[in-house]
């Protein structure tokens, strides 16, 4: 499936055909140690290297701990969930999941990213389970 529309956060994620991996979120990997951190940097938060590459990342993670929230917010109706999950490439942050109210999420899970298309046209993401946790 190809999403296209205007992304509610153009900093943080990639749509489909943006870039090679895509969708997914912005990452950089320094061409020196390797270090691959979430967003776009203009320096290695380890060595210091500059001219790091843009990449995209997070298609697979793992999910630590999650809430599910019962305050609608921008773009999500309650309830829902948020969680913190950690990139296959090693980086961390907090992400919404894709995952009906009142499901059990566990730390561990596996999740993938998704595109979420919105109503009034923007396209979100967020993290969907995709097994059992590890």
């Known amino acids: 499936m190809t999403v296209a529309g205007v992304k509610t956060n153009p900093a943080l994620f990639f749509l489909e055909g943006e870039i090679d991996g895509a969708p997914g979120l912005k990452g950089s990997r320094c061409p020196v140690c390797g270090q691959t951190v979430l967003l776009q940097m203009t320096a290695c ?3 210091g290297a ?13 999910l630590g701990q999650s809430s599910e929230v019962f305050h609608s917010a921008d773009g999500f109706e309650a309830p829902y969930f948020i969680g913190q999950i950690e990139t296959d490439e090693g980086a961390r942050t907090f992400a919404p999941i894709a995952a009906a109210p009142g499901t059990v999420l566990e730390p561990g899970m596996r999740l993938a990213f998704k595109l979420l298309p919105r109503a009034d046209g923007r396209v979100g993401f967020a993290y969907e389970p995709i097994g059992e946790a590890t």
Not at 50 to 62: E, S, Y
């Open 45 to 47: 938060p380890r060595c």
């Open 50 to 62: 500059r001219d790091l590459a843009t990449v995209c990342i997070g298609q697979k993670a793992t």
